[in-house]
Nanobody, 126 residues
Framework: QLHLVESGGGLVQPGGSLRLSCAAS????????IGWFRQAPGKDREGVSC????????YYPDSLKGRFTISRDNAKNTVYLQMNSLQPEDTAVYYCATRDLAWYRCSDYDGAFGSWGQGTRVTVSS
């Protein structure tokens, strides 16, 4: 069973930083694409970033690439999302998710991911 647990959310002032963690169990993160999604109040869930099996990071939209960085620690079986220069519009619940099958590539479509964490809330406010 593929299991994910997010952590690292919280309240941060505009311009601040947070690092979200996605700890995996039941599988190894270097064999599955892991995505980060977020859902702001009253909005649909949207893709934020994803890391492929080949360790290549993808960002949706591209404008996040300068502020967000996705990375993976195989030894800790954990994927991270470093978020810098946070803005109020980044306020959302952030989820990590994995494709159901090993070696499947990243997608910005949440329907392509079968296993999800419980989410961690990020609030950007002064």
């Amino acid at each position: 069973q593929l299991h994910l647990v997010e952590s690292g959310g919280g309240l941060v002032q505009p311009g601040g930083s947070l690092r979200l963690s996605c700890a995996a169990s039941g599988f190894t993160v270097d064999e599955y694409a892991i995505g980060w999604f977020r859902q702001a109040p009253g909005k649909d869930r949207e893709g934020v970033s994803c890391i492929d099996v080949d360790n290549r990071g993808r960002y949706y939209p591209d404008s996040l690439k300068g502020r967000f960085t996705i990375s993976r620690d195989n030894a800790k079986n954990t994927v991270y999302l470093q978020m810098n220069s946070l803005q109020p519009e980044d306020t959302a619940v952030y989820y990590c998710a994995t494709r159901d099958l090993a070696w499947y590539r990243c997608s910005d479509y949440d329907g392509a991911f079968g296993s999800w964490g419980q989410g961690t809330r990020v609030t950007v406010s002064s």
